[in-house]
C-alpha cells in the first residue's frame, strides 16, 4: 500500500438534517442523511475550503485509506500534500451526493412513510437539488464560501452549477470534461442503458432490492 503523499487513514462522517428538503421536482424528503469526509484543515480565515463533486457513480471518499481499503480514494492522485489540491493548504470537503447509494439518503433508504426501501420510488433529483445540499452542508460545516468547486463529468455540472446559483458563494469554478447540458447522442446513449436494465426480468419495476435479486443481465 502506497501512502505516500496521502492523506492516509479517513473516516467518514455524517450530517442528519430533519427537512423538509424541498426538491425542484416539487416533492420533499422530510429527513435525511449525507455523508462526507473532509482533508486538511480550515484555517483562521476560512478562506481555504474546496468542494469536490464526484461524478454519477462515485462518491464522498475522495483520498486516503478505509479502515481494510488496499486502495485509496477515486482522486487520491490529486487531493493530498503536495498534490494538485494540496490539503497542506487547502480544507477539502467530498459528500456523496443525496440520492447516492453510497450512505446518503437514496433509493437503498427506508422511506419512513412505508418502511420500505425507496428503490423507484426514491424521488427524481437533479443538479441544482445536489448543489442546495452542498450549501447546507457549506453551512452546517460554518464555510463562509468557497475557494474552489472542482469536479468531473456530472461533477464539473455540479461546479458549473455553483457558479449560477450562489455566485457570490464560490471563488473559482474548476470544470473537467463536463458541459451545460448533454446533447441528443448523449441521451440516447443513455436511454439505451436504462432500457437494458429495465427489460431485465429482476428488474422488477426498480424494487429489486426489495426482491433480493439484481437486473444483473441488464447491468452486464
Same mark, same amino acid.
Given at each position: 500500500?502506497?501512502?505516500?503523499?496521502?492523506?492516509?487513514?479517513?473516516?467518514?462522517?455524517?450530517?442528519?438534517?430533519?427537512?423538509?428538503?424541498?426538491?425542484?421536482?416539487?416533492?420533499?424528503?422530510?429527513?435525511?442523511?449525507?455523508?462526507?469526509?473532509?482533508?486538511?484543515?480550515?484555517?483562521?480565515?476560512?478562506?481555504?475550503?474546496?468542494?469536490?463533486?464526484?461524478?454519477?457513480?462515485?462518491?464522498?471518499?475522495?483520498?486516503?485509506?478505509?479502515?481494510?481499503?488496499?486502495?485509496?480514494?477515486?482522486?487520491?492522485?490529486?487531493?493530498?500534500?503536495?498534490?494538485?489540491?494540496?490539503?497542506?493548504?487547502?480544507?477539502?470537503?467530498?459528500?456523496?451526493?443525496?440520492?447516492?447509494?453510497?450512505?446518503?439518503?437514496?433509493?437503498?433508504?427506508?422511506?419512513?412513510?412505508?418502511?420500505?426501501?425507496?428503490?423507484?420510488?426514491?424521488?427524481?433529483?437533479?443538479?441544482?437539488?445536489? #448543489?442546495?445540499? /452542498?450549501? =447546507?452542508?457549506? +453551512?452546517?460545516?460554518?464555510?463562509?464560501?468557497?475557494? $474552489?468547486?472542482?469536479?468531473? !463529468?456530472?461533477?464539473?455540472?455540479?461546479?458549473?452549477?455553483?457558479?449560477?446559483?450562489?455566485?457570490?458563494?464560490?471563488?473559482?469554478?474548476?470544470?473537467?470534461?463536463?458541459?451545460?447540458?448533454?446533447?441528443?447522442?448523449?441521451?440516447?446513449?443513455?436511454? #439505451?442503458?436504462? /432500457?437494458? =436494465?429495465?427489460? +431485465?426480468?429482476?428488474?422488477?419495476?426498480?424494487?429489486? $432490492?426489495?426482491?433480493?435479486? !439484481?437486473?444483473?443481465?441488464?447491468?452486464?
Amino acid at each position: 500500500m502506497n501512502k505516500m503523499n496521502s492523506v492516509g487513514r479517513v473516516s467518514p462522517k455524517i450530517m442528519k438534517v430533519k427537512g423538509p428538503l424541498i426538491l425542484e421536482s416539487g416533492k420533499s424528503l422530510e429527513n435525511y442523511e449525507i455523508i462526507y469526509e473532509v482533508y486538511g484543515d480550515l484555517n483562521p480565515t476560512k478562506n481555504n475550503a474546496v468542494l469536490t463533486c464526484h461524478a454519477l457513480s462515485s462518491n464522498h471518499h475522495v483520498a486516503g485509506y478505509h479502515n481494510g481499503d488496499k486502495k485509496p480514494g477515486w482522486w487520491d492522485n490529486m487531493v493530498g500534500p503536495n498534490k494538485p489540491i494540496n490539503t497542506e493548504n487547502f480544507f477539502v470537503v467530498s459528500l456523496n451526493n443525496i440520492g447516492g447509494c453510497h450512505g446518503s439518503t437514496g433509493p437503498k433508504s427506508i422511506n419512513p412513510k412505508t418502511n420500505k426501501v425507496y428503490g423507484s420510488s426514491f424521488p427524481i433529483v437533479t443538479v441544482g437539488d445536489w #448543489v442546495n445540499v /452542498q450549501k =447546507i452542508l457549506m +453551512d452546517y460545516l460554518k464555510i463562509p464560501f468557497w475557494q $474552489i468547486v472542482v469536479g468531473g !463529468s456530472l461533477g464539473g455540472m455540479q461546479s458549473f452549477q455553483w457558479a449560477i446559483q450562489y455566485p457570490s458563494l464560490i471563488k473559482n469554478s474548476i470544470v473537467i470534461a463536463a458541459a451545460t447540458r448533454l446533447t441528443a447522442q448523449n441521451i440516447a446513449f443513455n436511454e #439505451v442503458a436504462r /432500457q437494458a =436494465i429495465m427489460k +431485465d426480468p429482476n428488474w422488477h419495476e426498480g424494487n429489486y $432490492i426489495e426482491k433480493n435479486t !439484481s437486473p444483473e443481465q441488464g447491468l452486464a
